[in-house]
């Protein structure tokens, strides 16, 4: 589990196998605190406030960026 907060661009980074991915959550969600909870490529996005599921992804590894219609 990892606490983060997005970013100006609606996005949060992740590294996983030594390289960085941008996940895109969109710009509705800039500043809002989150919790990542990752289980190898399942990765899970929570509202840090509420709870609430803002999105849920398996991780492309070969694309640097995870667009939020991607999967």
Known sequence: MRHDTVDAGGAVTLRHDSKLHHIGLGRAHKGKPIKLLVADRDIRILDARTGELIRRLILDPSR??????GS
């Open 64 to 69: 640097d960026y995870q667009p939020i219609g």
